[in-house]
Nanobody, 115 residues
Framework: QVQLVESGGGLVQPGGSLRLSCAAS????????MGWYRQAPGKERELVAS???????AYVDSVKGRFTISRDNAKKLVLLQMNSLEPEDTAVYYC?????????WGQGTQVTVSS
């Protein structure tokens, strides 16, 4: 079983930065494809960034050049560095792990970008 716990959300001004962390438990972490999703009020949940077990990364167009996803298998951590934040980035951010049709989710962390 895999449990995911996010942290690092909060309130930040436009142009600011935040770093989200996702701490995982379980022995299969290194095999998981990991991703960060977000869901804004009234909108569908969208995949923001992902990283495979082989460290291949992908990003939605709206965050390319601003967000960076990384993972540390030894520490069972996935990080999302978010720079140049915009009000449109305001959402609940969820950590996701995926392996063999099994999805694992964290509880989410709120990110609010506002002056």
């Amino acid at each position: 079983q895999v449990q995911l716990v996010e942290s690092g959300g909060g309130l930040v001004q436009p142009g600011g930065s935040l770093r989200l962390s996702c701490a995982a438990s379980g022995s299969i972490f290194s095999f998981l494809a990991m991703g960060w999703y977000r869901q804004a009020p009234g909108k569908e949940r969208e995949l923001v960034a992902s990283i495979t077990s082989g460290y291949i990364t992908a990003y939605v167009d709206s965050v390319k050049g601003r967000f960076t996803i990384s993972r540390d298998n030894a520490k069972k951590l996935v990080l999302l560095q978010m720079n140049s934040l915009e009000p449109e980035d305001t959402a609940v951010y969820y950590c996701n792990g995926y392996l063999k049709a099994n999805n694992y989710w964290g509880q989410g962390t709120q990110v609010t970008v506002s002056s």
